[in-house]
């Protein structure tokens, strides 16, 4: 069974079987849009997929932000609240791992932030409606980006939204570094401030990896020794990553390639549960006020390790 179950979703996220985003996210995204003059620019028309996967200079940064990040927001939102109960597991391991205590959250790559954001304000609002309770939750949070405006805004907007989150039993740190996922030094460095001295065999480490396909389905092998070095420090104690992407039939072909790589290369870090299909699923647009089709794609991996090892 799901944590949630379908029927105490609040009628504000989940209606008609449509999905909302919460109402201080929506409010935090116009904010900024507004702040960056992109409000005129994310009521037009969205390019295609080709014309916007992000990139390291300023105009990439905020064209995604403007035309991507509702979309990314909502897929992240529709996984934890699972109203179709489809990610059963993933949704159940999320808000456990989201219910008390600390959290330390590696979000890779992280762009403006709509992964981490939504899973946290979306627990956040769950919260405040009374679903979840409030019991005290603190999360580290690490981003790694090439773009030096997506960590300016990822760090902007974690600030922005922190007060609300507070409110709700949720405190937060945020950093956000440069991370060039060609560069296995970034990545070394990265992993160094997210694990920052902490016992490795204590603790619920998250790492996220979200919409990054577009990016690595064509240069997979120039990123796997990156995610290589993530998943080695992934050895011991409560380690998950999980893996959130549009459901196309190219993301799909990637994570299973991701999943094979993992079995053969890092023997303790294993797919969790059966690989699901791609969801379809209806949302609504808060700045361009209509509703959208969105796909989702998922898929968890767990550390199996529970002992410690001096070499690592």
């Not at 003059?37 to 105009?59: Q, W």
């Not at 060039?180 to 996220?208: E, F, H, I, N």
């Not at 993301?251 to 797919?271: N, Y």
Request: net charge negative; glycine share 6%; aromatic share 8%.
């Amino acid at each position: 069974m799901p944590i949630i179950p379908e029927q105490q979703i609040p009628t504000h996220l989940w209606s008609n079987a449509v999905l909302h985003l919460p109402k201080e996210l929506v409010r935090l995204y116009q904010k900024n849009l507004e702040d960056e003059g992109l409000l005129d620019e994310a009521c037009k028309r969205t390019p295609s997929d080709s014309e916007l996967i992000g990139g390291s200079s300023d105009e990439e940064t905020m064209a995604h932000f403007a035309h991507r990040f509702a979309a990314s927001c909502a897929r992240v939102e529709y996984l934890i609240l699972d109203p179709s109960s489809k990610f059963q597991e993933e949704s159940s391991d999320i808000l456990t791992l989201l219910s008390e205590g600390q959290v330390s959250i590696l979000d890779v790559p992280c762009g403006c932030g709509a992964a981490v954001l939504s899973m946290i304000a979306t627990v956040a609002d769950l919260r405040q409606s009374g679903v979840l309770p409030k019991l005290p939750l603190n999360v580290d949070i690490v981003g790694g980006d090439i773009s030096p405006k997506a960590a300016e805004m990822y760090q902007k907007q974690l600030a922005e939204i922190s007060e609300w989150l507070t409110a709700q039993g949720i405190h937060l740190t945020r950093k956000a570094e440069f991370w060039d996922a060609k560069r296995p030094t970034t990545t070394a460095q990265l992993v160094d401030v997210w694990l920052d001295g902490r016992p490795r065999a204590s603790g619920q480490y998250l790492v996220v990896v979200a919409a990054f396909g577009g990016a690595m389905k064509s240069q997979f092998n120039d990123f796997s020794r990156t995610f290589n070095h993530v998943a080695e420090r992934l050895y011991q104690g409560s380690r998950t990553l999980l893996w959130v992407e549009p459901g196309m039939t190219s993301s799909e072909k990637l994570l299973d390639k991701v999943a094979d790589w993992f079995r053969d290369k890092i023997s303790w870090l294993k797919p969790k549960g059966e690989p699901q299909p791609s969801i379809r699923f209806d949302w609504f647009h808060p700045i361009k006020a209509f509703e959208l089709h969105g796909t989702i794609l998922v898929r968890e991996f767990r550390s199996t390790q529970e002992t410690t090892d001096a070499r690592l």
